[in-house]
């Protein structure tokens, strides 16, 4: 910019270089606030004085063109600088149907907000109290000390090697046949859905998971404008009657299974019925997506085996994988397990999303992994977990009227209210410090109006007390508001009296 | 799973116990190499004596259905475990269109192949040895010192707030005028621009660029299904009355434009230049997408605004930023900066595709941004860079003979040659061990199989030298090879004799 000025023998030196400044100014091509090189830079890119160059400012400066911080420089000033070119948008008309969508979807998904103070029983994130702190940085700091500078640079689309081998070791001690099979880190859950369906889906396309489910993955299909059909949940699972039907619908192209701590009814889908759901995946074809990511928190010592382990040799079951509900979710990581073809595809389509993972999150987590480390953490996160989640229960049973309370365990409740309107309930809460969320986020047939998802991973045994008292509370309020008796619908898991 | 075996008074415990995971395993419900509970889990589990667990498990063993594995526990062993449900899928015949799209657009950018010991020409990534792993450490250890806990959990789609503030204020120093304005941090430029494409495109739509121009960005608008006007380049850049023509074309949905270091010619646009191309996106009423993250490489001290800058109050320019290219690739953060309704619905897409950027790498480039380091380290890549392209473009003038060499600077050259074609020359280059980016894949219209990038970011003179004299000596070989002589076409900035 300041090397194109043509010096000529015209006129004074330090005149011409004002003069081609002020223009430079007065055109907009140099915009208030900006820094102008120093008077020695210049004088060493004009290859003049650098008095004639101090001459020059100080002729910018008088006209109030340039102004001397000191120490710092000279910078153009506010008084003559063009007002730029100014084209006004209306951007918001200008967005896509698609960038439409995601904004309704996610009003709809965060229409209460969060204030300091309240307790959060929306909020499914790990209870801080027991990261590791000391370990991940003792992590980052032998990984940075072994290959730092390769962590830096440029990496894979298919992820970090050392973490993809790890982590395929990982699924095969669960029985997972990696024969044929690959592996795709992603930055989590998210996004390693978002993939599958924009590499397996078409618009219009039917999808099958469960009634309720996912909100998350329930807003990418939607968004992906897929038709979801919902099977219905029972005590134990899916129905498999009602999932035989829709798989015997045409055109059927995948469907969303949650075989562990599904969200947001909390069951574990019992074996025989894993079994069960493979053979009617199998049986008409369609290929099967399991999110698995709570199945790390069973209370007992043994797993109950992933659907892809099932599979076994089989290659219909992609899973789908992440450790940020028990470990950390500031560390975006996660994994599409499946056929390798299928990988390969997927890796393509999230080089152009977004090249690769963040390869300093990648390796942490892995130093974290493989150090033995993540096996005792899970020791103490299930005690955590598992005590919360019994006191959870117990204080449900003891303060919030309602027609069933769901779960097997993991990390939240899934309530169903009495004949009451969570939103409504939500509203009240709210004002009084308390958030959750409501079920009708989770539901594909626009029901669930009268449950409620209440997490309690973030919160300690008081807050549950007091938070559970004031849902109480605010339930019997509004029965009483519409004349509903205390005791009417306060049966099963309630206890009566509250 | 082992909770659910109800013992009755029949028959043994321990046989009723055998039985029940006998029947797990041979239905395929435990596979194989899954641990069992120890037994004192078990015993816990079943609230049966321990050494009842224990006869159970030796019978098991007796059967060869589990086997111990001394300090570690008992298994599943391979002998009877079922082979689960197998359907086998044909996956890629499964993969939607714009799967396979993004499949066969990688296949062209990578159909060569880096072995150990090539010289990279290909590689933008930024030179490891100039990387101030210590700073980085520090960086670390500091933000996970003061908010660590924080880090590791869940953080907000529209970025990490310190490091949005800091980005805004880097971008007003540059004189971007944030009213109305906001800023999205993403994971780097690919992220921004495929956010801003999903937002505001639709397939079929018409969008203008440079010819040539950023292959990335041109495969993800050929994934979009757009239909890419390239407007071809002159020697200071974008051709205005082509832009014109282009622009008063019906139906133009927004434009993208590299100001600075335009990839792949290395042309920075002159200021006069830019409030002209400016001047005509507003005049026609188009959106001008900018990418802007090579601008910090500018030799002189003072910078030429940024097309967002010179926009001044005006929202019609969105700015899609990074660092990558000049600080860490590793790291994964890029930003979009624009008007703030705009900003807020790119944040609700994103949130469908990853939730957010990593934490650990935005708290990271915070610290190491703030605490000064970012200037020092600049004035080093800089002085780097400067030296590199100068000993590239004298290199190149010696070694390679072609019709010309394009670039103001920054991290590659393009070459055009003379009547021979790159891909030929890369087949030829590949077996002697020097890669380098064959220009076809920068141009919006088939063209370019004459033109080659040099990155030599990665490379030290030696290679340099080694690399530019295999080009040549290949670009020899193949004129005599078809009968041209080794002076024809050989002018500008190539040397005779070459």
């Known amino acids: 910019m300041f090397g194109d000025l043509k ?7 330090y ?27 210049l004088s060493h890119i004009l290859k003049v004085s650098r008095n004639t160059v101090i001459l020059a400012y100080q002729e910018l400066q008088d006209d109030s063109l340039i102004e001397n911080i000191h120490g710092q420089g000279a910078y153009v000033s506010a008084a003559r600088a063009r007002e730029g070119r100014k084209p006004v ?46 370990e991940i940085k003792r992590a980052f700091l032998n990984r940075i000390a072994l290959e730092g500078e390769k962590l830096l640079n440029y990496g894979d689309a298919q992820g970090y090697r050392p973490l993809i081998e790890y982590l395929k070791h990982y699924l095969e001690d669960k029985g997972v046949d990696f024969q044929g099979k690959d592996l795709l880190i992603t930055s989590g859950f998210t996004e390693s859905f978002s993939l599958v369906m924009a590499a397996l889906t078409n618009p219009g396309d039917r999808v099958i998971c469960e009634n309720p489910t996912h909100n998350l993955a329930l807003d990418i299909m939607k968004l992906s404008g897929l038709q979801v059909n ?34 947001p009814t909390g069951l574990v889908m019992a074996p025989e019925k894993r079994l069960k759901v493979l053979e009617l995946f199998g049986k008409y074809q ?27 040799s089989g290659n219909g079951v992609v899973c789908l994988g992440s450790f940020s509900k028990i470990l950390f979710p500031g560390i975006r990581i ?21 090249i690769y993972t963040s390869l300093l999150d990648q390796a942490v987590l892995y130093e974290y992994l493989q150090n033995g480390r993540f096996q005792q953490y899970l020791k103490r996160a299930k005690k955590l977990y598992r005590e919360k989640y019994e006191q959870a229960l117990a204080l449900a049973r003891q303060y919030i009227p309602c027609r069933r309370v769901w779960g097997d365990g993991g990390l939240h409740l899934l309530i169903e209210l009495d004949g009451i309107d ?33 997490s309690v991973s973030r919160v300690d045994r ?21 004349g509903v008796s205390d005791d009417v619908g306060i049966h099963q898991n309630a206890r009566p009296g509250q």
């Not at 990511?293 to 109950?304: C, D, K, M, Q, T």
């Not at 008081?462 to 519409?482: C, L, P, S």
Request: hydrophobic share 40%.
């Open 422 to 454: 969570a939103r409504q309930l939500l509203a009240d809460c709210c004002a009084d410090g308390v958030l959750f969320t409501p079920g009708d986020i989770f539901y594909t047939d626009g029901s669930g109006a009268g449950s409620l998802r209440l």
């Open 89 to 134: 948008f209306d951007w918001p008309r200008r967005i896509n149907d698609y960038g439409r969508k995601a904004w309704e979807l996610n009003q709809t998904a965060t229409a209460w907000q969060w204030r300091q103070g309240m307790i959060p029983f929306n909020s499914l994130a790990p209870d801080e109290s027991i990261f590791e702190i000391e």
């Open 286 to 312: 369609v290929p099967l997506v399991e999110e698995g990511f709570n199945e790390e928190l069973r209370h007992s010592g043994a797993h109950v085996s992933p659907l892809i382990a099932l599979a076994g």
């Open 230 to 263: 919902g099977v219905p949940m029972r005590e134990d699972g899916i129905d498999p009657d009602e999932l035989e039907r829709a798989l015997a619908q045409p055109g059927v192209k995948l469907g969303f299974i949650m075989p562990s701590y599904h969200n």
């Open 7 to 13: 010096l000529t023998s015209d006129s004074p030196i």
């Open 15 to 41: 005149r011409q270089i004002s003069h081609y400044i002020r223009d430079l100014i007065e055109s907009g091509a140099l915009r208030k606030g900006v820094r102008l090189p120093s008077t020695r830079e």
């Open 462 to 482: 008081w807050e549950m007390e007091q938070g559970f008292a004031i849902i109480g509370e605010a339930i019997r309020r509004i029965k009483n508001g519409t």
């Open 334 to 354: 996660g994994w599409i397990g499946g056929d390798a073809r299928l990988i390969a595809y997927l890796e393509r389509i999230k080089f152009y999303r977004n």
